[in-house]
């Protein structure tokens, strides 16, 4: 009984360490112990391109690399099959590759206040994912495969200049879903 509550006392005053640090801010660091990366956050670090390093963390679920550069998406995202959370708001991207449907794990993608033209059909095979952010984007209609997101809880299209007939296009795809839709005012443009 004594030596559980040695044990006990190591553990609430910090005197053992039994997991490695899992979160990390800065990629040299990261790059030091690659299998125990679960959480990066690379906001506003001033990156161009997507890192290719990012290939080496395969325990990799929460990834932030908002408010950069970035103008694309690789065209291999095999090797982010854990990866649940991904934010790249905020930065100069233009389309989203067929390779998005490799992301099986992703529950929450973060794209608004990019430059997104094009959604490809391959997102509709996101079966997890429940919350998708294309605010202020030049988006102007969605895919028809997109029905098929079963998971899909919340869809964020704010901030996109969009008139009423692309809006209710959009409202019919997603009518027999339970999801939150969110449009701004539409406007009076063709």
């Given at each position: 009984m004594r030596v559980s509550l040695v044990f006990l006392l190591c553990l609430l005053v910090g005197g053992f360490t039994f997991s490695q640090n899992t979160h990390f801010t800065n990629l040299a660091e990261a790059r030091q112990t690659p299998d125990s990366v679960v959480y990066l956050d690379l906001h506003r670090s001033q990156l161009k391109k997507w890192p290719e390093q990012l290939s080496?963390?395969?325990?990799?679920?929460?990834?932030?690399?908002s408010h950069n550069k970035i103008d694309s998406l690789p065209k291999d995202l095999s090797n982010f099959k854990a990866l649940d959370y991904l934010d790249l708001t905020a930065n100069k991207i233009d389309s989203?590759?067929?390779?998005?449907?490799?992301?099986?794990s992703l529950k929450?993608?973060?794209l608004g206040n990019n430059e997104i033209y094009h959604v490809s059909p391959e997102i509709a095979n996101l079966k997890k994912l429940e919350s998708l952010e294309l605010w202020s984007n030049n988006i102007?209609?969605?895919?028809?495969?997109?029905k098929e997101m079963d998971?899909?809880?919340?869809?964020?299209?704010?901030?996109?200049?969009?008139?009423?007939?692309?809006?209710?296009a959009i409202r019919v795809i997603f009518e027999e879903m339970?999801?939150?839709?969110r449009f701004s005012m539409s406007c009076d443009c063709d």
């Open positions: 080496e963390f395969k325990n990799l679920k929460n990834l932030d690399l989203l590759p067929n390779s998005i449907s490799h992301l099986e929450i993608l973060k102007y209609y969605l895919p028809q495969e997109m998971g899909l809880r919340e869809l964020d299209l704010r901030s996109i200049q969009m008139n009423i007939k692309h809006q209710d339970d999801l939150r839709l």
